[in-house]
């Protein structure tokens, strides 16, 4: 039988509930256990799809097509584990699978109520789809005290009884803050904290205290005293200067041993930190680097761009560098401002997005870096940038346009309204928003002698989407004439998933999103010999 492990966050948001969980998974799969990582959020949204990215951040996406939480791409990361639909759920999907079976009598006519009918939907989620993991880790979104979150910490109070607390841990991550005008660390939010979920019915095994500084013993020791718990489980954690460092700071403060004590297990092996010590000396000590501007409009929240982030910092360390961002806005970026602005860059890179916002500064940057031969990738709506910037200036096509923005013009790229996947069928239509995209991991065939197939080494490949809308492909043949190869097919031949110049140091465009399948650990291919090009470029 699996062990859970429940992470519920306390004081303020964003504390890092998703990178605790995620280094602890990697901790307890170093000692030998497989782990599962599991997201419950508190939000009425179905899932993230229909969400701005200004608010929530990105939104990953998983090899069998699920919009999901930004922090299962730290899971994934992290662990190596590959993500599924059936580890994320929000208040919305819960409350939509209970109001369905009402609707169809399949509660005999009873009261539907929270407790217990969302409540015992929440534990069938936390339970379902679980084979032979030695712990399962759910991490709460948002923090303990929010209405949203109650049913939530409700259902997994009532799922520690139901399995016997031998079976289950709660672990409290909270603030402990610096005050520099009086120059003290206040551990009165966890004591508050730690009281608002012990009258909800949960008494934290272990608290992660988050702090700028460290924290002195006496102050642990108070921790200890006023929140009931053994001071060997107040463990610290310390700003990093890298994400990467995370595993190696639980480590050093005995994480995983104190988990593992509580269930009464013993390590299987020891860990191994070496491979994050290797990453970390890269990330924060070395000296050579490279600029790489990432154009896009929502540049303003870090969040947004997160696993694109993170995937050019694996291809700095694939190449024993740091890789330093230029976020350039691109609905302020003006034409005569383009050459200024990406005078410093080795390498430009337009990423995904929606709508006709900033759609012209992309083309023009696009044009730069075609001309002046600077290192460019392409992903998604940024390959299909890259398409109309080439159907304009190339193929003299001045109205190449997308239907997405743009109802006039020569539409080169289109939606298309339905999808066949494993036989079966999905539907967009002009009413529902959500999930009606060509979501998660379709195949690709690459072209013999291509440079796509020089770096992935591989005839097929398997990326993930979200998109709706596609290159058409009757125009193949008037871009190859020009130089611009469609390098990348989908197995049918009918979809464009890759195009590459000719006579280019390095300029690539993907249908798909490779940044969601790169791990520090193991670097994805394409990022790394993006990031080797722009290297080769100072």
């Not at 680097?289 to 990432?294: D, L, T």
Request: aromatic share 8%; charged share 30%.
């Amino acid at each position: 039988m699996a062990r859970y492990i429940f992470v519920t966050g306390g004081v303020v948001s964003s504390l890092g509930k998703g990178l605790s969980s995620a280094s602890l998974a990697y901790l307890l799969q170093s000692r030998g256990y497989k782990v599962r990582l599991r997201k419950l959020d508190p939000y009425l949204n179905v899932d993230p799809g229909t969400m701005s990215p200004f608010q929530h951040g990105e939104v990953f996406v998983t090899d069998d097509g699920a919009e999901t939480d930004l922090d299962l791409g730290h899971y994934e990361r992290f662990s190596g584990v590959t993500a599924k639909k059936t580890d994320n759920i929000t208040t919305g999907k819960i409350y939509s699978d209970v109001l369905r079976k009402e609707r169809k009598g399949q509660y005999l006519g009873k009261t539907v109520q929270v407790i217990p009918h969302i409540t015992d939907r929440i534990k069938e989620f936390i339970k379902h789809d679980t084979h032979k993991e030695d712990f399962v880790i759910c991490e709460i979104g948002g923090i303990v005290g929010d209405i949203e979150s109650l049913p939530f910490v409700e259902a997994i109070r009532q799922f520690s009884n139901d399995i016997g607390k031998k079976n289950a841990l709660f672990i409290h991550l909270t603030l402990v803050p610096y005050l520099k005008a009086s120059d003290e660390i206040k551990t009165k939010p966890t004591q508050h904290s730690v009281k608002e979920l012990r009258s909800i019915g949960i008494q934290p095994d272990i608290i992660i205290c988050r702090s700028e500084r460290p924290i002195p013993l006496d102050h642990r020791k108070k921790i200890s005293l006023f929140c009931n718990v053994d001071i060997k489980n107040v463990i610290e954690t310390v700003d990093v200067k890298t994400i990467y460092e995370a595993p190696i700071s639980f480590f050093n403060q005995k994480l995983d041993i104190q988990v593992l004590n509580y269930f009464k297990l013993k390590s299987k092996k020891p860990a191994n930190l070496n491979p994050w010590k290797k990453i970390t000396q890269i990330t924060l000590n070395t000296k050579r680097h490279v600029n790489i501007a990432i154009i896009g409009k929502y540049v303003e929240l870090k969040d947004a761009y997160k696993s694109l982030d993170e995937a050019l910092t694996h291809g700095g360390i694939s190449n024993n560098l740091k890789v330093n961002l230029v976020r350039i806005d691109s609905e302020k970026l003006k034409v005569s401002e383009i050459k200024n602005k990406l005078k410093n860059v080795s390498g430009i890179l337009i990423p995904g997005g929606f709508g006709k916002r900033g759609t012209e500064g992309k083309i023009e940057a696009i044009r730069y870096a075609r001309i002046n031969k600077i290192p460019f990738l392409g992903i998604c709506y940024g390959m299909q940038m890259a398409i109309i910037e080439f159907a304009r200036n190339q193929l003299k096509i001045k109205k190449a346009t997308s239907s997405e923005f743009d109802k006039g013009g020569v539409q080169i790229i289109g939606l298309m309204h339905e999808w066949e996947k494993s036989g079966r069928k999905v539907k967009g239509t002009d009413k529902d928003l959500g999930g009606t995209m060509r979501l998660g991991s379709y195949d690709a065939i690459l072209k013999d002698k291509s440079k796509i197939r020089d770096i992935y080494k591989s005839r097929l490949i398997k990326e993930r989407h979200r998109h709706r809308y596609e290159v058409d492909i009757s125009y193949k043949e008037k871009f190859e004439k020009k130089g611009l190869i469609f390098s990348g097919l989908s197995p049918d031949h009918k979809l464009p998933e890759i195009i590459e110049l000719k006579n280019h140091p390095w300029f690539i465009g993907v249908q798909f999103h490779p940044e969601f399948k790169s791990r520090p650990l193991n670097p994805h291919p394409l990022f790394s010999s993006f990031i080797k090009a722009a290297k080769n470029q100072k």
